[in-house]
T-cell receptor
Framework: DTAVSQTPKYLVTQMGNDKSIKCEQN?????MYWYKQDSKKFLKIMFS???????INETVPNRFSPKSPDKAHLNLHINSLELGDSAVYFC????????????FGEGSRLTVL | QKEVEQNSGPLSVPEGAIASLNCTYS??????FFWYRQYSGKSPELIMS????GDKEDGRFTAQLNKASQYVSLLIRDSQPSDSATYLC??????????????FGQGTILTVHP
C-alpha cells in the first residue's frame, strides 16, 4: 500500500502543451510538497501546502499552478510547457510544516520535446 | 553563496572503509538537519536527522553537527556496495520566509567498490 503515490510516472509532451500530475498520500499527514529535481539531481522546493493552505510558493513561473482539494491530495498543473520544464517532479508529505522527515512519491519524469 | 553546500563528488571508497560526507549551510538560525539517501532512479529517503551539536549514531551511520561552524557531516562505517547512492544534506528553515522550508544540497555521489 503506497504511502505517497503520484501519477503519471512518465510524461512526454510537446512544447506549449498543458499537463497535470496528481499526488495522493495515505499517511494522514497535514503537509504536502512539490519538489523539482533537474538533470544535475538538484532537488528544489516549489510549493508546500498545510491543511490545504498554500504556505510556500518559491519563485516558480505562474505557468505552474498547484491545487489541494483536501489534505490528502496535491496536484500540479503546468501550462504552456517549455523545454526547461523537463525534470523529475516529486511529491512529498510530512506530519507538519516544520517536520523535516519527508516521505516522497516515486517521482514523475516530465520530458518536453 | 548556496544555502546548503555539499561536495558533489563522486566519492569512491573501498568496501569496509569509512565514507565521510560533508555539508555546510548558510542560515545561522536553522535547528534541524537531515541526511537523505537517493538511489539512482528512485526517490529520496530519510536516513538520519540531527538537532543538537555533537554526534548521533544509528547503526553504521553517524551524523555530526557543529552549529558554530554551520557544518553537518555523515559518516558511514564498514561501507557496503549497497551504500552506493547520492546522499543529500537537508536543512530546515527556522524563521521568516524560510520557516517550514526544507532546503537540499546538491548531493554527494558515493560509490563503494568491492
Amino acid at each position: 500500500d503506497t504511502a505517497v503515490s503520484q501519477t503519471p510516472k512518465y510524461l512526454v509532451t510537446q512544447m506549449g502543451n498543458d499537463k497535470s500530475i496528481k499526488c495522493e498520500q495515505n499517511l494522514g499527514h497535514d503537509t504536502m510538497y512539490w519538489y523539482k529535481q533537474d538533470s544535475k539531481k538538484f532537488l528544489k522546493i516549489m510549493f508546500s501546502y498545510n491543511n490545504k493552505e498554500l504556505i510556500i510558493n518559491e519563485t516558480v513561473p505562474n505557468r505552474f499552478s498547484p491545487k489541494s482539494p483536501d489534505k490528502a491530495h496535491l496536484n500540479l498543473h503546468i501550462n504552456s510547457l517549455e523545454l526547461g520544464d523537463s525534470a523529475v517532479y516529486f511529491c512529498a508529505s510530512s506530519q507538519g510544516l516544520a517536520a523535516g522527515e519527508l516521505f516522497f512519491g516515486e517521482g514523475s519524469r516530465l520530458t518536453v520535446l | 553563496q548556496k544555502e546548503v553546500e555539499q561536495n558533489s563528488g563522486p566519492l569512491s571508497v573501498p568496501e569496509g572503509a569509512i565514507a565521510s560526507l560533508n555539508c555546510t549551510y548558510s542560515d545561522r538560525v536553522s535547528q534541524s538537519f537531515f541526511w537523505y539517501r537517493q538511489y539512482s532512479g528512485k526517490s529520496p529517503e530519510l536516513i538520519m536527522s540531527i538537532y543538537s551539536n555533537g554526534d548521533k549514531e544509528d547503526g553504521r551511520f553517524t551524523a555530526q553537527l557543529n552549529k558554530a561552524s554551520q557544518y553537518v557531516s555523515l559518516l558511514i562505517r564498514d561501507s557496503q556496495p549497497s551504500d552506493s547512492a547520492t546522499y543529500l544534506c537537508a536543512v530546515m528553515g527556522a524563521g521568516g520566509t524560510s520557516y517550514g522550508k526544507l532546503t537540499f544540497g546538491q548531493g554527494t555521489i558515493l560509490t563503494v567498490h568491492p
